[in-house]
């Protein structure tokens, strides 16, 4: 009785404050969704019974896809995960590697893919219809040896950037290259070791830091016209499109090196970067 009292008693919070309150229910046993009859109307994230590390570890995949979209006010939504890919590696690794996240993340999670090959429409703008399927999602980059070569992957990631998408680059180099394209950089990183849990799970994490610094940013910027702000660390490709009349631009915590600061500064002497802290 008392462990439903409590239940009733966190219920009740919610439905008082629905906007900023957020109940997700975490299912460790089969009938837990019988357990309170109220609470069983709400879809429950099955940890199941046996719980062990990769359990735990899609546990936190869950939550993170909950509170981004929770975050962003669209619960009923699904978050889209965009696959930047070549195709024309030698070994046919970058596409390989996308096809098997795709099915990972179709069969497996409540996200979507936009895959060029299933999900491009004929007669329609090939960079009309990436923008519009990046926007608001989350952006997986394959970063396969023949990457940097292909325009389309280097416009995807530029417009990425650009829109303030978040990024995740999935390092898969064989080898050697002979260069990589500059504006790849400035974003979390990892290699892929066969577990698309802990890829997909640092995506979701990225995005969910990405808006919870458009929570906080946004308002500090709206306060001022010559205010602005990036959901990330500043970076060169970044002063493009900051407006002339911008003369402060927030950023989330860390602060950047002082290098890259400097360096920043000497293309924009006027411009002035700063964390919530240091303002």
Known sequence: ??????????????????????????????????????????????????????????????????LCRFVMGRSGEPIRVFLSHSKRDADKQGEMLAESAKTFINNELRLSTFFDRNNILSAVPFDSQIAQNAKDGVMLVIFSNSYSSRVWCRKEITFA??????????????????RVFPYVGNYPAMTFTGDWIAVIKELLRAKLKSEYAKMVLKPLADANVAFDYLTHMPEALNLAKIGKNINQVFYPEPPMPMDEEKMLRSLRPNLNFITPIRY
């Open 1 to 66: 009785d008392s462990t439903l009292s409590y239940i009733d008693k966190i219920r009740k919070h919610v439905d008082d404050d629905n906007a900023n309150t957020l109940l997700v229910p975490v299912a460790m046993y089969r009938y837990a969704s019988t357990f309170d009859e109220q609470l069983g109307r709400i879809q429950y994230i099955d940890a199941g019974e046996n719980f062990d590390s990769r359990v735990f570890k899609r546990l936190e995949l869950d939550i993170y896809d909950v």
């Open 161 to 178: 950037k650009e829109a303030g998408i978040p990024i995740l680059l999935l390092f898969m180099v064989n080898g050697d290259i002979e």
